[in-house]
């Protein structure tokens, strides 16, 4: 069985009995008049099916005894597939995808309100796609029919179900992981070799890019970030458009999603190869906070663990640095790392970088388990106009991609150098082509 069907399966396991659920596919975007953007499927559809067109559904039938898996999708057509490429089609469909039928997405009108018939529950995501007014079309017209009484009488979330399965990532999902954290360390890499005061951050986002895609990985999994000096103090900056100069630090944000999972890395390194003084003071409190936290990264622990683990040390680093002044248990209460330090140190990442998963129970973090992949990012940004000279403007992040395991962590982007010592040796490796 491939590991879509298993997971239609367990969904439909979870579901109650007479209940429905509909996911929809990613419609095309344009992105200029009569240009798309390149298609991207919808994370919980491609979860579920692997099937990656647009103008797709799938519904997921659970009725008093039997289970179905249908398939709605786009009819064979020669003339738009010799412009477009090919289409699976719905004959096809059931073979190549172990779906129990496949109908035209133009037969969605006449079934759709049929299979809604009877069903104690429908659940949907709300808030995706401009598809989900049709089905709440549909539903609305059933319940002021005269067959009203046979209407759905609950509308729920299909995300709590679906999406505490996406949060705890199984075997074929973890070696894409690993892939994908693979080429993004080597295009970090290739970054670092490549950086040259008079660069443009342009000219090392490519850097990044080219190596994405000659691995395969044919997407940035979000928009890289490259910010030299400044510009690491602004938290999403993605203009890319400064030349770096001697003597700044660069900080780049970028990972590639891999067969539609993804990674995010964070480096920081000096443009012209070697640290100051100052920046390696500062890197050096990043990057023990970041060590900190990885550490807290364990079944069994605090969501927020690795998080409180990071604020402790640097909190301690800055008081060190005279940055701030006072007992660390009371500066912690305070909150005092917040002016340079204002960001979540996880979140989850899969087939998102900012992965579905229910963060907290209740009002509390939830606890790490097995197969759990959360990012481990803490930063300092030195943009307030009270910080001394020599540390103003600096902006560190440091970001890995940690699996929990049964008995601790795997760090999946762990060849991506970031001890001062290892930055500083990589980068006087010459990378060949420079600009
Ligand atoms: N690259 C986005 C993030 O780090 O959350
Ligand atoms: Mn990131
Ligand atoms: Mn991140």
């Known amino acids: 069985m491939t590991p879509h069907i298993e997971r239609r399966n367990a969904l439909l396991a979870k579901m109650p009995a007479n209940s429905l659920a509909v996911v929809f596919a990613s419609p095309m975007r344009i992105r200029s008049r009569d240009t798309d953007f390149v298609f991207r499927q919808n994370s919980d559809f491609h979860y579920l099916t692997g099937f990656d067109e647009p103008e797709a559904l799938l519904v997921l039938e659970r009725g008093a005894r039997k289970q179905k898996s249908l398939l709605f999708c786009r009819a064979k057509d020669a003339l738009r597939e010799r412009w477009d490429g090919g289409r699976l089609?719905?004959?096809?469909?059931?073979e190549r995808l172990g779906v129990d039928a496949a109908y035209p997405v133009s037969q969605i009108n006449r079934r759709l309100p049929k299979l809604l018939m009877d069903k104690e529950r429908l659940f949907m995501e709300i808030g995706e796609s401009a598809a989900e007014q049709q089905v709440l079309g549909f539903l609305g017209e059933l319940r002021m029919s005269r067959e009203a009484h046979r209407a759905p009488k609950h509308l729920d979330l299909l995300g709590p179900l679906l999406h505490e399965m996406r949060a705890i990532k199984r075997g074929d999902e973890i070696e894409l992981m690993r892939e994908a954290a693979r080429i993004s360390s080597d295009a970090h890499h290739r970054a670092m070799r490549t950086a040259r005061p008079g660069m443009g951050e342009w000219q090392l986002e490519a850097e990044i890019v080219y190596e994405f895609m000659r691995r395969g990985a044919r997407a940035p999994a979000y928009t890289s970030i490259v910010g030299s000096g400044a510009n690491a103090c602004v938290l999403h900056y993605?203009?890319?458009?400064?030349?770096?100069?001697?003597?700044?630090?660069?900080?780049?944000?970028?990972?590639?999603?891999?067969?539609?999972?993804?990674?995010?890395?964070?480096?920081?390194?000096?443009?012209?190869?070697?640290?100051s003084e100052a920046q390696r003071d500062i890197y050096e409190i990043v990057l023990s906070a970041q060590l900190a936290a990885i550490d807290a990264c364990e079944p069994g622990n605090s969501?927020?663990?690795?998080?409180?683990?990071?604020?402790?040390?640097?909190?301690?680093?800055?008081?060190?640095?005279?940055?701030?002044?006072?007992?660390?248990?009371?500066?912690?209460?305070?909150?005092?790392?917040?002016?340079?330090?204002?960001?979540?140190?996880?979140?989850?990442?899969?087939?998102?970088v900012h992965d579905v998963g229910a963060r907290?129970?209740?009002?509390?973090?939830?606890?790490?388990?097995?197969?759990?992949?959360?990012?481990?990012?803490?930063?300092?940004?030195?943009?307030?106009?009270?910080?001394?000279?020599?540390?103003?403007n600096i902006g560190i992040r440091i970001e890995d991609d940690v699996l929990i395991t049964?008995?601790?962590?795997?760090?999946?982007?762990?060849?991506?150098?970031?001890t001062v010592a290892d930055i500083e040796a990589l980068m006087s490796e010459t990378g060949g082509d420079a600009f």
């Open 89 to 94: 089609g719905p004959v096809a469909a059931p």
């Open 238 to 275: 993605v203009e890319n458009s400064s030349v770096m100069r001697d003597g700044d630090l660069v900080l780049i944000d970028a990972g590639c999603e891999y067969q539609h999972y993804a990674a995010d890395i964070t480096r920081t390194f000096p443009v012209g190869g070697r640290f």
């Open 360 to 392: 907290k129970q209740a009002k509390d973090w939830r606890t790490l388990e097995p197969g759990m992949v959360l990012t481990v990012e803490p930063g300092i940004y030195m943009f307030e106009e009270s910080v001394p000279e020599h540390y103003r």
């Open 406 to 418: 049964e008995s601790g962590h795997e760090v999946l982007t762990k060849y991506a150098v970031k």
């Open 303 to 352: 969501l927020d663990a690795p998080h409180q683990a990071a604020i402790r040390e640097v909190i301690k680093g800055l008081i060190e640095l005279g940055l701030l002044e006072g007992d660390l248990e009371t500066l912690i209460k305070e909150d005092a790392h917040k002016p340079y330090f204002m960001h979540g140190t996880s979140h989850f990442l899969g087939l998102d």
